[in-house]
Structure formats: C-alpha cells, structure tokens
C-alpha cells in the first residue's frame, strides 16, 4: 500500500530562499537515500513576511517510512539545522493512504 506522507513548516520569510537551498542539498539527498520513497514534492507559499513549507513523500510502505523516520512514524524528522530556520516545529506529521495514482 503505498502512502503520502505530508510535513509543515514555516519560516521568516527573509529567512525562505535559504532553506529552500537547505532543504535541496541536505534534506533531498537525506529523504533519497532511504529504500521505499517513490516521489518527493517540496513545496513553498510565500505570504507576507512567514514562508509555508509543505513536503509531500511518496512511499511504498510504513515500513519504508519508518526507515527514514524512525519506530514513531508520526513523528516530524527534524534536522539540527532546523532550529536556526523554523518557526516552531510542529510535532506530527500526517499520513494518508495513496488509494489511485496515474
């Protein structure tokens, strides 16, 4: 069965182009190396002065996420970097049960 995993994070918006470059060469290549993701979108709105920050990750299995997430999948994965970047970090994830794909 394979599921969407769907985390939000937002940060100062003077702060987005940086972590948008984070995200890119740390994040990418950290979510790449794990057996089991399908696809990976990374995605941002920028608003008045907080940037939105929605990653959604395609996985075969919740096997395969907690490969990358660990035995609490519904846990958020955060980086030590993260702490210099996010407003607040939001404590779960969701999940969501991929039903049809084309």
């Known amino acids: 069965m394979t599921i969407g995993r769907i985390w939000h994070g937002k940060v100062p918006r ?3 182009d940086e ?3 984070f995200l890119i060469e740390r994040a990418a290549p950290d979510y790449s190396s794990v057996e089991g993701l399908k696809k ?3 995605t941002r709105r920028d608003e008045r002065d907080v940037t939105h920050f929605l990653l959604i990750t ?3 299995s919740m096997e395969a996420i907690k490969k990358f997430a660990g035995d609490n999948p519904e846990l958020a994965k955060y980086y030590p970097e993260d702490d210099y970047f996010l407003l607040e970090k939001e404590k779960f994830v969701k999940h969501y049960k991929v039903f049809f794909e084309r």
Do not use: N, S
């Open 40 to 42: 990976m979108y990374f």
């Open 19 to 21: 972590y948008e470059k």
């Open 14 to 16: 003077e702060k987005a």
């Open 58 to 60: 395609v996985w075969e």
